[in-house]
């Protein structure tokens, strides 16, 4: 708990924040960003281009440009130069994936007292774009968020030291990358659904790694995991289901790897309180609201369900107060 309680006023401003983010987040469904950054246009042009109702497109314009996000002269809109790597679709690394999935996230959330009533999840609704441009939108945010932040938490997890990853649930290839930078001469396998590998695939035929990694589609809770490997990444996966799952998923991994082998497991990790870190209390309501069982849980908890699954020796290796834990345990050697 913070030292100040949050007064009325700021408890309003709370509320209000989401008024940016849906203006923000329609101008990004609509892409409207990447078309005003190619040329200049107004209301009706940019209404006619995208088949929407022109009053309601200036009204949109006008908002995102009082954000500070397009100049507006005279009554043409354009994307500032400074913000089109960041806004444009073609930016190799703009931010619209996570915009977008933030503003699907929004739409669960904002059910949160009926899903509180009910313990269930509302009905999902997908946005303008549709569940497969949603689904691919969910795919390209993972990159945008760990893409920043992968090379220095390998850096901190101390030189890799494995010949063959398996990287579960790899979807945009982000951490492969980033931990076949920190070991050299080591190969790669991604494990994912068939439709998260194009995402890879794509990323990683444009780098020096391509000749080192090898893609496996399936579904890690139907299949095998490919095995001989020596180290097995799972990144922000076990807040996805329930402790009995996760086990299941820990034993496949188990397997998979070989004695002596090492899983590393990066998400958020709980105190104890479970009201610490605040963004994993956070999160845990992100999982409540989509998803039927997933949930935040605290290294206890995650030490336990390897241990269940055969592993020794569990440590948190990292501790962050966001997404950026990691929980190691080890397999144990052949006698």
């Given at each position: 708990m913070t030292d100040k309680r949050p007064d009325g006023q700021k408890i309003l401003d709370w509320m209000a924040d989401f008024m940016s983010g849906c203006v923000i987040g329609a101008a990004a469904e609509l892409d409207l960003f990447t078309l005003l950054g190619r040329r200049p246009l107004s209301a009706d042009e940019a209404a006619d281009r995208l088949r929407a109702d022109r009053r309601a497109t200036a009204m949109l314009l006008d908002a995102v440009?009082?954000?500070?996000?397009?100049?507006?002269?005279?009554?043409?809109?354009?994307?500032?130069?400074?913000?089109?790597?960041?806004?444009?679709?073609?930016?190799?690394?703009?931010?619209?994936p996570m915009v977008r999935h933030r503003l699907n996230v929004l739409r669960g959330w904002s059910?949160?007292?009926?899903?509180?009533?009910?313990?269930?999840?509302?009905?999902?609704?997908?946005?303008?774009?549709?569940?497969?441009?949603?689904?691919?939108?969910?795919?390209?945010?993972?990159?945008?968020?760990?893409?920043?932040?992968?090379?220095?938490?390998?850096?901190?997890?101390g030189p890799p030291k494995f010949k063959h990853l398996l990287d579960v649930g790899g979807a945009s290839g982000t951490w492969t990358l980033a931990l076949l930078r920190a070991a050299e001469g080591a190969?790669?396998?991604?494990?994912?659904?068939?439709?998260?590998?194009?995402q890879a695939r794509h990323r990683i035929a444009r780098t020096?790694?391509?000749?080192?990694?090898?893609?496996?589609?399936?579904?890690?809770?139907?299949?095998?995991?490919?095995?001989?490997?020596?180290?097995?990444?799972?990144?922000?996966?076990?807040?996805?289901?329930?402790?009995?799952?996760?086990?299941?998923?820990?034993?496949?991994?188990?397997?998979a790897?070989?004695?002596?082998?090492?899983?590393?497991?990066?998400?958020?990790?709980?105190?104890?309180?479970?009201?610490?870190?605040?963004?994993?209390?956070?999160?845990?309501?992100?999982?409540?609201?989509?998803?039927?069982?997933?949930?935040t849980f605290t290294f206890d908890e995650l030490a336990e369900d390897l241990q269940a699954a055969g592993f020794v020796d569990a440590r948190l290796e990292v501790e962050h107060e966001a997404m950026n834990s990691v929980v190691t345990a080890v397999k144990p050697g052949s006698d």
């Open positions: 440009a009082a954000l500070g996000l397009l100049d507006k002269q005279g009554d043409r809109y354009r994307l500032p130069d400074e913000l089109v790597p960041v806004l444009s679709e073609e930016s190799h690394d703009n931010i619209l059910q949160l007292a009926w899903v509180t009533k009910a313990g269930i999840p509302g009905p999902r609704q997908s946005s303008i774009r549709g569940p497969a441009g949603d689904r691919e939108s969910f795919i390209a945010a993972m990159h945008t968020y760990s893409g920043p932040v992968a090379d220095e938490l390998v850096a901190r997890l190969r790669a396998t991604i494990f994912d659904l068939p439709d998260a590998l194009v020096e790694m391509a000749e080192r990694i090898e893609f496996a589609p399936g579904d890690f809770y139907v299949d095998d995991l490919p095995a001989g490997v020596d180290y097995a990444w799972v990144s922000a996966i076990v807040h996805q289901h329930s402790r009995e799952r996760n086990r299941d998923l820990f034993a496949k991994v188990f397997k790897l070989d004695p002596g082998g090492r899983i590393a497991i990066r998400d958020i990790v709980m105190k104890p309180s479970r009201t610490e870190p605040l963004d994993g209390a956070l999160f845990a309501i992100n999982m409540l609201v989509h998803t039927d069982t997933g949930g």
